[in-house]
C-alpha cells in the first residue's frame, strides 16, 4: 500500500525532470537525474546505469563515512524534524526531508566549526537563508554536539521561551549565524558574511601566515530566488568575486501555492551565469551523495566567483503520499503519515531517538573542532609576535573591543563654526572615526557624493582591492541593508554603515527591521531628512518615516541638530553593537547652536537653553534635526516678552526614555503642561511628549515641489507658528 501511494505522489516528477532535461551549457558539471527510492529499485532492475561519470578527482579527497551509515544519518535528520513538528504541530518538515542529504555532507564532512565555541573565529559559517526548514540546521547544531540544541530542545520546538524557534535567531540559538525566514534575506547575509571574510583575509594575511580563510554555505529555496533582494545581492557577489561563497538552490519546485510553474520558469542557471556566478547542477539530490561532494570540490576550486550549486531535490522526501507536494510545505505530516514514512524509509525508531551508531561518529565533530580551533589560535599567537600592529587591529575586530580613547577623534563644534548640512558634518565623522575603528567600513547606494559617506584615505572594495573600505552597493538598498547585516554578524567589531535618502528606507525596510531583531549594529545614514531636500518633491521627502522607526523596537532614531550633535549620534551609534542606529541628516545648512553637545545626545533629550528656575518653565519648546534652530529662536523672542522658556532637543526618543525618572523629571517636569514641538514631519507619536494640553507641529500630508524655504512656510513650520502655539497654550 505504501508502494501504492509513493507511486501517486511522485506523479509530478516527470514534468519537473522534462523541465530541466537538457544541458544548454557543455562546460558544466551536469549531475544524473531525480532519483527515489521506488524509482532507483525500478532502474536497478531494468539494468540501466544510474550514474554519470563523476570526476575521481573530485570526491576522492573527501572523508566519507560507509554509506550505509550516511544514509542513516540522513535519515536521522529527516526524522529528528519530522518528529519536532510533529510534536509542535506546527513547522516546515519538507525542506529538511529534502535537503538533509546536503545538510549531512555540509555539516560532517565538509564545514569546520567548533560545537563548544560556537563563536570561534575562524569558522565556517552557514545561512540557512530558506529558514521555514530550520529543523535542518538544528538537528545538525544537534548531532554536531552544539549545547544550545539538546534533544529537551528539539522536543520543545518552536514553543514559549526555546532556543529552537520558529526561524533561526541567532540571538537564541549559539551556532546560528544570522535570523532568516523573511525570504531572500539569508543569502543577502550570507554575500555580507562573505564580503567580511574577504576583506579581512585580504587586510591581513601575509605569504608566511593565512589566519583568515573560512567559507560561507547556504541555502535558499525557490522562494529566495523570487525575492528581488536576492537578485541585487548575487549581482554584487558576482562583481565582488566572492570565491569563498558557496549557495545550494535547493531545486524542489514547490512553494506554498503548489508547483513553481504557475509563476516561476525562468532559468536560474542562466540568470547567475550572467550574474557573474560558477554555476553547477545536481540533478539527483536525494541520494547523488558523491555527487553533492563533487560539486563542493568543484565549487571550492573555483577562486574568483562565487558558487551557485544547483541541487533537485523532492520536497518531504520519503513521505509515501505527501512527498513533492505543497501539503509537506509548511504543516506536520499527521501521525498516519508519520507512521508511514517511517515504513517507507524503514525507520524503526521513536520519536527523536539517534541510533548509536550515527551519534557515535557524529562525537567527533567535538574534539575535531576543539583541534581546529587550538591550531588557529597557535598559529594566531606566531601571527601576533610578527605582525603586532595588524593582530591588534584583527583583534578589535574579532573581539569587539575597541580601541582607547576612540570617541576623543569625533570633532567639536562652536556657535562661531560654520553653519553646515549635517550631511557634510556627519562626513567629518566618519573620515574621523575611519582612522581610529579598524573595523568601519561601508558604503552607499550610488549617492556616495550626495550622502556624504567617501571615506578618503581608503579605496573601492572591489573584486581585485578587497582591502579596501569603501563599499559600492549600486542601487540596490534592500540588498544593501541586508548586506551589512551579514557584515555586522561576522565579527563583534565590524561596524559596517550604509546609506541613501532617508525616503528610500521604504525600499530597505525588511532589511533595517532584521537589524534590530538580529541585534546587527548597523548605522545607517540617511539623508535628506524632510521636506528641507526642496525642489525634488513629495517622492522624495520623508513625512512618516521618522514615526514608523520610533515604533520599530531597538532601533535607535537619531535626528541631529548641528555639528556636536552629529558627533554625538556617531558616538552612539558606534557604542550600540546590538542595536542599530539612522542618522537622518539635513540637505540644508544648519547653524551650529549654543548648548548642544555629545554628552546630551547620549540621554535622547537635554536642555539646550532655559531662562526659567526652580524647574518651572513657563513653556518647554521641544524640537529636533533642523527644527531645533526653529525652536530655538522662537525661544529667544517669546523670552523678549517676558516668558520663560525651556528649549529641548529630543534628538532619540528611545534613548530618552531610557534615562531614569529624575533625568525625565528635569527635562520634562510633570507640572508643566505648555509644551509645543516642532518637526518637519508627521505629527504622529508627538502627543506622548507634548500630552493632551501641548501643541505639535508638524506635517500630516505629502510635501511639495519647491524651494525649501518656500515650503517650510507654506506648511508652517517657522519660528511665528512655534511663537502662536506657544502662547495658546500657556
Not at 267 to 282: K, M, N
Not at 692 to 709: L, T, W
Request: net charge negative; glycine share 10%.
Amino acid at each position: 500500500m505504501a508502494a501504492a501511494s509513493a507511486s501517486s505522489s511522485l506523479s509530478l516528477l516527470p514534468r519537473t525532470l522534462n523541465r530541466h532535461s537538457s544541458n544548454p551549457h557543455p562546460g558544466r558539471l551536469s549531475l544524473p537525474g531525480l532519483i527515489t527510492p521506488k524509482k532507483q529499485a525500478l532502474q536497478t532492475r531494468n539494468g540501466r546505469r544510474l550514474r554519470a561519470t563523476v570526476r575521481s578527482a573530485a570526491v576522492e579527497t573527501l572523508q566519507k563515512a560507509d554509506t550505509s551509515l550516511v544514509e542513516k544519518s540522513i535519515n536521522t535528520i529527516r526524522f529528528l524534524a519530522i518528529d519536532a513538528v510533529e510534536k509542535a504541530n506546527s513547522g516546515h518538515p519538507g525542506l529538511p526531508m529534502g535537503c538533509a542529504p546536503m545538510g549531512h555532507i555540509l555539516y560532517d564532512e565538509v564545514m569546520r566549526y567548533n560545537p563548544a565555541n560556537p563563536y570561534w573565529f575562524n569558522r565556517d559559517r552557514f545561512v540557512l537563508s530558506a529558514g521555514h526548514g530550520c529543523m535542518l540546521q538544528y538537528a545538525l547544531l544537534h548531532l554536531a554536539g552544539y549545547d544550545s540544541v539538546k534533544e529537551e530542545d528539539l522536543k520543545s520546538f518552536r514553543q514559549w521561551e526555546s532556543s529552537t524557534p520558529g526561524h533561526p535567531e541567532n540571538f537564541e540559538t549559539p551556532g546560528v549565524e544570522v535570523t532568516t525566514g523573511p525570504l531572500g534575506q539569508g543569502i543577502a547575509n550570507a554575500v555580507g558574511l562573505a564580503l567580511a571574510e574577504k576583506h579581512l583575509a585580504a587586510r591581513f594575511n601575509k605569504p608566511d601566515s593565512e589566519i583568515i580563510d573560512h567559507y560561507t554555505y547556504v541555502i535558499l529555496g525557490d522562494g529566495c530566488q523570487m525575492e528581488g533582494i536576492s537578485n541585487e545581492v548575487c549581482s554584487l557577489a558576482g562583481h565582488w568575486g566572492l570565491g569563498k561563497l558557496i549557495a545550494f538552490y535547493d531545486d524542489n519546485h514547490i512553494s506554498i501555492d503548489g508547483d513553481t510553474e504557475i509563476a516561476f520558469t525562468e532559468s536560474v542557471d542562466t540568470r547567475f551565469e550572467a550574474l557573474g556566478w560558477h554555476v553547477i547542477w545536481v540533478k539527483n539530490g536525494n541520494t547523488g551523495y558523491d555527487e553533492i561532494r563533487a560539486a563542493i570540490k568543484e565549487a571550492k576550486a573555483v577562486k574568483d566567483k562565487p558558487t551557485l550549486i544547483k541541487v533537485t531535490t523532492t520536497i518531504g522526501y520519503g513521505s509515501p503520499n505527501k512527498a513533492n507536494s505543497y501539503s509537506v510545505h509548511g504543516s506536520a505530516l499527521g501521525s498516519k503519515e508519520v507512521d508511514a514514512t517511517r515504513k517507507n524509509l524503514g525507520w524503526p525508531y521513536e520519536p527523536f531517538h539517534v541510533p548509536e551508531d550515527v551519534q557515535k561518529h557524529w562525537s567527533r565533530h567535538i574534539p575535531e573542532g576543539a583541534a581546529l580551533e587550538a591550531a588557529w589560535n597557535a598559529k594566531f599567537a606566531e601571527y601576533e609576535k610578527k605582525y603586532k600592529e595588524e593582530a591588534a587591529e584583527l583583534k578589535s575586530i574579532t573581539t569587539g573591543e575597541l580601541p582607547a580613547g576612540w570617541d576623543k577623534a569625533l570633532p567639536t563644534y562652536t556657535p562661531e563654526s560654520a553653519a553646515d548640512a549635517t550631511r557634510n558634518l556627519s562626513q567629518q565623522c566618519l573620515n574621523a572615526l575611519a582612522k581610529v575603528l579598524p573595523g568601519l567600513l561601508g558604503g552607499s547606494a550610488d549617492l556616495a557624493s550626495s550622502n556624504m559617506t567617501l571615506l578618503k584615505m581608503f579605496g573601492d572594495f572591489q573584486k581585485d582591492t578587497p582591502e579596501e573600505r569603501n563599499v559600492r552597493f549600486g542601487v540596490r538598498e534592500h540588498g544593501m541593508g541586508a548586506i551589512c547585516n551579514g557584515i555586522a554578524l561576522h565579527s563583534p567589531g565590524f561596524i559596517p554603515y550604509c546609506a541613501t535618502f532617508f525616503v528610500f528606507t521604504d525600499y530597505m525596510r525588511a532589511a533595517i527591521r532584521i537589524s534590530a531583531l538580529s541585534e546587527a549594529g548597523v548605522i545607517y545614514v540617511m539623508t535628506h531628512d524632510s521636506i528641507g531636500l526642496g525642489e525634488d518633491g513629495p517622492t522624495h521627502q520623508p513625512i512618516e518615516h521618522l514615526a514608523s522607526f520610533r515604533a520599530m523596537p531597538n532601533i535607535l532614531m537619531l535626528r541631529p541638530a548641528d555639528g556636536n550633535e552629529t558627533a554625538g549620534s556617531y558616538k552612539v551609534a558606534v557604542v550600540n553593537r546590538k542595536r542599530p542606529s539612522i542618522l537622518a541628516l539635513s540637505r540644508q545648512k544648519l547653524t551650529q547652536l549654543p548648548g548642544t553637545s555629545i554628552e546630551g545626545v547620549e540621554k535622547g533629550g537635554y536642555t539646550i537653553s532655559d531662562n526659567s528656575s526652580g524647574n518651572k518653565p513657563d513653556v518647554i519648546l521641544i524640537g529636533t534635526g533642523s527644527e531645533l534652530e526653529i525652536a530655538a529662536k522662537a525661544g529667544e523672542e517669546l523670552r523678549k516678552e517676558g516668558k520663560t522658556v525651556r528649549v529641548v532637543s529630543l534628538v532619540s526618543w528611545e534613548l530618552f526614555d531610557e534615562q531614569s525618572d529624575a533625568y525625565k523629571e528635569s527635562v520634562f517636569p510633570a507640572a508643566v503642561t505648555a509644551r509645543v514641538s516642532i518637526e518637519a514631519g508627521s505629527t504622529f507619536g508627538w502627543e506622548k511628549i507634548v500630552g493632551s494640553e501641548g501643541k505639535a507641529i508638524g506635517i500630516d500630508r505629502f510635501g511639495a515641489s519647491a524651494p525649501a524655504g518656500k515650503i517650510y512656510k507654506e506648511f508652517g513650520i517657522t519660528v511665528e507658528a512655534v511663537i502662536e502655539a506657544a502662547k495658546a497654550v500657556c
